[in-house]
Protein backbone atom coordinates (compact mmCIF):
# COMPACT_ATOMS: atom_id res chain seq x y z
CA UNK A 1 0.00 0.00 0.00
CA UNK A 2 1.32 3.83 -1.13
CA UNK A 3 -0.15 6.61 0.73
CA UNK A 4 0.05 10.00 0.16
CA UNK A 5 0.08 13.12 2.31
CA UNK A 6 -0.79 16.72 1.00
CA UNK A 7 -0.08 19.95 2.46
CA UNK A 8 0.35 23.78 1.46
CA UNK A 9 -3.19 24.78 0.75
CA UNK A 10 -4.17 27.94 1.65
CA UNK A 11 -6.08 31.24 0.97
CA UNK A 12 -4.00 33.63 -1.05
CA UNK A 13 -4.54 37.22 -2.72
CA UNK A 14 -4.62 37.10 -6.04
CA UNK A 15 -0.55 37.61 -7.73
CA UNK A 16 0.50 35.81 -4.57
CA UNK A 17 2.52 32.39 -4.06
CA UNK A 18 1.86 29.14 -2.60
CA UNK A 19 3.97 26.05 -2.28
CA UNK A 20 2.27 22.47 -2.12
CA UNK A 21 3.60 19.10 -1.16
CA UNK A 22 3.13 15.52 -1.43
CA UNK A 23 4.85 12.93 -0.48
CA UNK A 24 4.64 9.20 -0.96
CA UNK A 25 5.21 6.48 1.45
CA UNK A 26 4.66 2.96 1.86
CA UNK A 27 5.81 0.01 -0.28
CA UNK A 28 7.10 1.31 -3.17
CA UNK A 29 9.79 -0.08 -5.80
CA UNK A 30 9.86 2.31 -8.06
CA UNK A 31 7.89 6.08 -9.53
CA UNK A 32 7.37 6.31 -12.86
CA UNK A 33 5.31 9.89 -12.71
CA UNK A 34 4.75 12.42 -9.92
CA UNK A 35 1.62 14.84 -10.82
CA UNK A 36 -0.90 17.59 -9.71
CA UNK A 37 -4.64 17.94 -10.84
CA UNK A 38 -7.08 20.26 -9.63
CA UNK A 39 -10.58 20.48 -10.04
CA UNK A 40 -12.78 23.58 -9.56
CA UNK A 41 -16.14 23.92 -8.85
CA UNK A 42 -18.69 22.64 -10.96
CA UNK A 43 -15.76 21.50 -13.15
CA UNK A 44 -13.67 17.85 -14.24
CA UNK A 45 -10.44 17.10 -12.79
CA UNK A 46 -7.75 18.26 -15.08
CA UNK A 47 -4.39 18.29 -14.93
CA UNK A 48 -2.01 20.96 -13.86
CA UNK A 49 1.62 19.08 -14.02
CA UNK A 50 3.25 16.37 -14.18
CA UNK A 51 6.53 14.76 -14.28
CA UNK A 52 7.97 12.06 -15.28
CA UNK A 53 11.10 11.71 -14.39
CA UNK A 54 14.32 13.36 -15.23
CA UNK A 55 13.59 17.16 -16.78
CA UNK A 56 10.25 15.73 -18.71
CA UNK A 57 7.51 17.64 -16.99
CA UNK A 58 3.86 18.63 -18.92
CA UNK A 59 2.23 21.71 -17.96
CA UNK A 60 -1.51 23.15 -18.72
CA UNK A 61 -1.01 25.71 -20.72
CA UNK A 62 -3.42 27.79 -17.99
CA UNK A 63 -0.49 27.10 -15.81
CA UNK A 64 2.60 27.88 -17.60
CA UNK A 65 5.52 30.13 -17.02
CA UNK A 66 3.67 30.46 -13.44
CA UNK A 67 3.45 27.33 -11.98
CA UNK A 68 6.29 24.95 -11.43
CA UNK A 69 6.80 20.78 -10.46
CA UNK A 70 9.76 19.77 -8.66
CA UNK A 71 10.77 16.46 -6.88
CA UNK A 72 12.92 15.37 -4.14
CA UNK A 73 13.80 11.38 -5.37
CA UNK A 74 14.85 10.86 -2.21
CA UNK A 75 11.99 11.86 0.15
CA UNK A 76 9.41 10.40 -2.54
CA UNK A 77 8.21 13.92 -2.41
CA UNK A 78 6.77 16.26 -5.15
CA UNK A 79 6.11 20.19 -5.05
CA UNK A 80 4.53 22.26 -6.85
CA UNK A 81 5.22 25.52 -6.86
CA UNK A 82 2.41 28.60 -7.75
CA UNK A 83 3.21 32.28 -8.66
CA UNK A 84 0.94 34.44 -9.68
CA UNK A 85 -1.96 33.01 -8.66
CA UNK A 86 -5.26 33.93 -10.25
CA UNK A 87 -8.51 33.83 -9.07
CA UNK A 88 -9.65 30.87 -11.82
CA UNK A 89 -6.65 29.13 -9.99
CA UNK A 90 -9.01 28.25 -7.26
CA UNK A 91 -9.70 24.70 -7.11
CA UNK A 92 -8.78 21.18 -4.75
CA UNK A 93 -5.27 20.45 -5.94
CA UNK A 94 -4.83 16.53 -6.04
CA UNK A 95 -1.78 14.54 -6.18
CA UNK A 96 -1.49 11.49 -8.48
CA UNK A 97 1.58 8.96 -7.86
CA UNK A 98 2.20 6.58 -10.67
CA UNK A 99 4.43 3.64 -10.02
CA UNK A 100 5.40 -0.20 -8.81
CA UNK A 101 4.83 -1.94 -5.68
CA UNK A 102 8.15 -3.59 -3.95
CA UNK A 103 6.03 -6.97 -3.20
CA UNK A 104 4.05 -8.15 -5.36
CA UNK A 105 5.64 -6.01 -8.28
CA UNK A 106 2.69 -4.78 -9.33
CA UNK A 107 1.32 -1.21 -10.93
CA UNK A 108 -0.28 1.38 -8.96
CA UNK A 109 -1.74 4.87 -9.30
CA UNK A 110 -3.31 6.67 -6.17
CA UNK A 111 -4.72 9.86 -4.93
CA UNK A 112 -3.95 12.43 -2.48
CA UNK A 113 -7.06 13.42 -0.29
CA UNK A 114 -6.83 17.12 -1.90
CA UNK A 115 -6.27 20.34 -1.20
CA UNK A 116 -7.83 23.79 -1.53
CA UNK A 117 -6.07 26.76 -2.65
CA UNK A 118 -8.56 29.94 -3.04
CA UNK A 119 -6.95 32.73 -4.51
CA UNK A 120 -9.13 35.70 -3.47
CA UNK A 121 -9.13 39.39 -2.06
Known amino acids: QVQLVESGGGLVQPGGSLRLSCAASGSISRIDAMGWYRQAPGKERELVAVNTGGNSAVYADSVKGRFTISEDYAKNTVYLQMNSLKPEDTAVYYC???????????????WGQGTLVTVSS
Open 96 to 110: NVRGYYLLPYRFFEV
